[in-house]
């Protein structure tokens, strides 16, 4: 040790301390994770960001304003609607040590959207052969399909067939839980074909051949097709027919969704032959007489 005599008396004695700062390491971003926006329109967006260097506490600058303080360097902020926004982490000590400023993209799907493309109707009534059928668009898909009808009716099918008639809804929901519904849609049936007889005119006279059939035809999808069949081979395209011989005539009725109805057969008659019968005879007696009865 190293010493100095000091003579009596009053001394003022300064001591000089030297201290070199510590300066804090300059905030770095590590990485950043962001989830998109599960649904369109919602606000659940995610941004996770880890970084190092600096001092804690860190004050969070969300889209220039100061969000919030942290002392993790790995910080999560939720809640957030799609957007591209700015995001700033400061040195907490105040000495400006800042790290760089970046843009982060939160996304979102497109509007999920059910656009109803065809309805086909009952073919023929009592067929069950309608029909809907849809275009899906948006959101994440593959999608999952729930439809309902009548009489407990459920299908998972995109576009739901063999169908009776009624009212049918969809709700649809995509991988992230999003939702559509459609509906109701109404498939419809067309009434039942039917043939009415108006009026039936027997033949008037043994073989005179003047029978007529004249019919009503009304219901299923128009315009109808007719074909006549009878006796003989007859055959006949119109809706009625005339100058028949007596027999049974059949009557197939075909709509323009190809459904048929049959009517018949109807019996044409006629009356029985016109005959005379001679109960008495009475000769003339004599030439030239008229006696004879």
Same mark, same amino acid.
């Given at each position: ?104 993209? %939160? ?152 459904? %048929? ?33």
């Amino acid at each position: 040790m190293n010493t100095k005599k000091i003579f009596s008396g009053a001394w003022l004695i300064f001591f000089l301390f030297l201290f070199k700062p510590v300066q804090a390491e300059p905030i770095t971003i590590l990485s950043t994770t962001v989830d998109s926006v599960s649904c369109y329109g919602m606000s659940d967006g995610k941004v996770t960001v880890a970084f190092t260097g600096g001092t804690a506490p860190y004050t969070i600058t969300w889209k220039g304003t100061n969000f919030d303080t942290t002392s993790d360097t790995i910080y999560t902020i939720t809640g957030l609607a799609a957007t591209n926004s700015f995001w700033v982490i400061v040195d907490g000590s105040g000495d400006g040590e800042t790290a760089s400023e970046f843009n982060i993209q %939160i996304g979102q799907p497109d509007p999920l959207d059910i656009t109803l493309d065809n309805v086909q109707d009952l073919t023929c009534n009592g067929s069950n052969d309608g029909s809907i059928h849809i275009t899906v668009t948006g959101g994440n898909p593959p999608y999952t399909c729930n439809w309902t009808g009548p009489d407990g009716y459920t299908s998972v099918s995109e576009d739901p067939d063999n169908l009776a008639p009624g009212s049918y809804s969809l709700t649809l929901t995509d991988t992230k839980g999003c939702g559509g519904s459609l509906g109701p849609v109404t498939v419809q049936e067309p009434p039942e074909i039917s043939i009415t007889p108006l009026s039936i005119a027997h033949v008037s006279c043994n073989g005179a051949g003047d029978g007529a059939i004249d019919v009503d035809v009304s219901g299923g999808t128009p315009p109808y097709a007719y074909a006549w069949t009878g006796p003989g081979g007859f055959t006949a395209s119109t809706q009625d027919i005339s100058g028949l011989q007596p027999g049974d005539y059949s009557l197939n009725v075909t709509d323009d969704n190809g459904c %048929i109805e049959t009517y018949g057969p109807v019996t044409i008659t006629q009356p029985d032959p016109l005959t005379i019968t001679t109960d008495n005879l009475t000769h003339v007696s004599c030439f030239g007489g008229n006696d004879g009865a």
